[in-house]
């Protein structure tokens, strides 16, 4: 397929960097005009993702976060967050809602939910031991159903 | 942030700022609680209307606050959230745990 413009970068899973995230994709995204709306849902998903992979996946220990940005046709926002950190042994597990495997650290459960709900498709690739792929596909310019007020 | 402690109402107003994340709801969650156990207040406020951006922990810190909070008898407002931010706040139900107001006068459930 053809990419409109692409992104990449790679972070140490350090906490500060979740901010860094979701910079890179408020500048990556504002040229192609989305709205308040669409781009709060986007840096949403992307905070989730990364935070994801730092308390989750290196639980931590060091390691990288990359993320890569993409612009596809039609106006799709595509965002792949990959770690090398333990992995998700049972992904549907932790698609659950308010499932989480870091409760004393008042994590909600929700960030898959919130991943789910502001975009329109979410993949989770995830190998025990070896690292979690996610990538998620937003179009902007369409009016959710349960975006509406 | 700027927390105060009302004493005659027994309401302690925390005022966010800014961007809540993971990395930022530590420093926000070890305030808070500070002030709670100091004053065990009757009312929570957290207000919203300076809170630019917030994921998850957000929730994460509301439900953490409730957990302390509601054996005590004590109650939470979030007062002023912006759009983005009411709609994560519905989407997890805090309306459940929480008085969500646009104000301090109008108050919804």
Not at chain 1, 28 to 43: H, K
Not at chain 2, 9 to 33: F, K, P, W
Request: proline share 4%; with cysteine.
């Amino acid at each position: 397929m053809k990419i409109v413009n692409e992104f990449k970068c790679a972070f140490s899973a350090n906490s500060a960097n979740e901010g860094l995230a979701r910079a890179a994709l408020s500048a990556f995204v504002i040229p192609a005009d989305p709205t308040a709306q669409e781009l709060a849902d986007l840096r949403t998903v992307i905070s989730e993702a990364v935070t994801n992979a730092i308390v989750h996946g290196y639980r931590g220990t060091s390691g990288e976060v990359s993320i890569m940005l993409r612009l596809l046709p039609e106006r799709v926002v595509y965002i792949r967050v990959t770690d090398k950190g333990c992995g998700i042994p049972d992904v549907a597990r932790a698609m659950e809602p308010l499932w989480t495997s870091a409760p004393e650290e008042d994590r909600a459960g929700l960030g898959f939910a919130i991943m789910q709900t502001f975009t329109d498709s979410l993949h989770v690739r995830s190998v025990p031991g070896k690292g979690t792929v996610l990538t998620m596909r937003r179009r902007l310019g369409v009016q959710d159903a349960n975006e509406a007020e | 942030m700027q927390i105060q402690y009302d004493t005659e109402t027994a309401c302690l107003l925390v005022g966010l700022d800014g961007e809540i994340d993971h990395h930022s709801s530590n420093a926000m969650r070890a305030e808070v609680d500070a002030a709670i156990y100091a004053h065990l207040p009757q009312t929570l406020i957290f207000d919203f209307s300076r809170v630019s951006f917030m994921d998850s922990s957000g929730i994460g810190l509301i439900m953490g606050r409730y957990k302390i909070l509601s054996p005590l008898g004590g109650e939470i407002l979030v007062q002023d959230p912006a759009p983005h931010i009411s709609r994560i706040l519905r989407l997890a139900g805090m309306e459940r745990l929480a008085k969500i107001c646009r104000s301090t006068k109008e108050v919804t459930q």
